[in-house]
Nanobody
Framework: VQLVESGGGLVQPGGSLRLSCAASGFTFSSYVMSWYRQAPGKERELVASITSGDGSTNYEDSVKGRFTISRDNAKKTVDLQMNSLIPEDTAVYYC???????????WGKGTPVTVSS
């Protein structure tokens, strides 16, 4: 099983980045996919998630209207489009796959995002 994140980097405030997570080794279409982030000295928090069925999405309040999560079950990828980035978005961003029955969770190793001028 692998979740490999890519697309992180340094961006100026107001800029955009697109993160991508490539999955392998499990039935991607059956899993809820999420993006989490962890800033220095803070706990890991949920940023956005997308369901396995109808593709319903959920966002943390501070990113609503700025971030968009999407998935491609054929390519086994989940993306996070991040616009209007602010310094508070600086963190390591992690991809997570979750299935409720049976209960299974997979994590990627993360990709760092730094928003700074």
């Amino acid at each position: 099983v692998q979740l490999v994140e890519s697309g992180g980097g340094l961006v100026q405030p107001g800029g955009s980045l697109r993160l991508s997570c490539a999955a392998s080794g499990f039935t991607f279409s059956s899993y809820v996919m999420s993006w989490y982030r962890q800033a220095p000295g803070k706990e890991r928090e949920l940023v956005a998630s997308i369901t396995s069925g109808d593709g319903s999405t959920n966002y943390e309040d501070s990113v609503k209207g700025r971030f968009t999560i999407s998935r491609d079950n054929a390519k086994k990828t989940v993306d996070l489009q991040m616009n209007s980035l602010i310094p508070e978005d600086t963190a390591v961003y992690y991809c997570k796959a979750f299935r409720r029955v049976p209960r299974v969770t997979y994590w990627g190793k993360g990709t760092p995002v730094t928003v700074s001028s």
